[in-house]
T-cell receptor, first 111, second 113 residues
């Protein structure tokens, strides 16, 4: 079945550091790919998405490119801030529209 | 901005009791989902609901669980007889059409004691 494998954390960075969180997927068909973020004590918010191969999703300085050849959707940000401290979830949307989530990566950014 | 609303935000219940978690979807959304997140673990799919019936359910969604849209607006998840291991954050999500993003509610934290 469809699944997502996500780099596990926790990840601790200093402000202005470069962040990469790896995500690879296994799926039949042509899934959509998403990154969701969960700030402390809050629910899930969509960070960015890509619906087909080679699409790049971007939001709030974060980017991820849908790579069909490597079945990957790695999240990157060039310069993180303390406010980026959160749990990040990679997710795959299958043909029946449900989401399969990765395990989540906890990111802590120190001032 | 439209949002998915879940109530209550936190519920504590005794083992064996029934609980109903409520969700008000974004209007004109067609697909509805429940997910759960046990503390510190991944978000897991429970059930999807479309056209007033269950589209798909996971192994977690056993006979103790049920969903319905009793009045065409609310979307509820009922757990008939709660167990300790049902303690988790439960998220409702709604989707307009395929290819668009699912919008999640803030979640209901269920604690079974």
């Amino acid at each position: 079945g469809d699944s997502v494998t996500q780099m596990e954390g926790p990840v601790t960075l200093s402000e202005e550091a470069f962040l990469t969180i790896n995500c690879t997927y296994t799926a039949t068909g042509y899934p959509s790919l998403f990154w969701y973020v969960q700030y402390p004590g809050e629910g899930l918010q969509l960070l960015l998405k890509a619906t087909k191969a080679d699409d790049k999703g971007s939001n709030k300085g974060f980017e991820a490119t849908y790579r069909k050849e490597t079945t990957s959707f790695h999240l990157e940000k060039g310069s993180v801030q303390v406010s980026d401290s959160a749990v990040y979830f990679c997710a795959l949307g299958s043909n029946d529209y449900k989401l399969s989530f990765g395990a989540g990566t906890t990111v802590t950014v120190r001032a | 901005e439209p949002e998915v609303t879940q109530t209550p935000s936190h519920q504590v219940t005794q083992m064996g009791q029934e609980v109903i978690l409520r969700c008000v979807p974004i209007s004109n959304h067609l697909y509805f989902y429940w997910y759960r997140q046990i503390l510190g673990q991944k978000v897991e799919f429970l059930v999807s609901f479309y056209n007033n019936e269950i589209s798909e359910k996971s192994e977690i969604f056993d006979d103790q669980f049920s969903v319905e849209r009793p009045d065409g607006s609310n979307f509820t998840l009922k757990i008939r007889s709660t167990k300790l291991e049902d303690s988790a954050m439960y998220f409702c999500a709604t989707l307009y059409i395929t290819g668009t993003e699912a919008f999640f509610g803030q979640g209901t934290r269920l604690t079974v004691v």
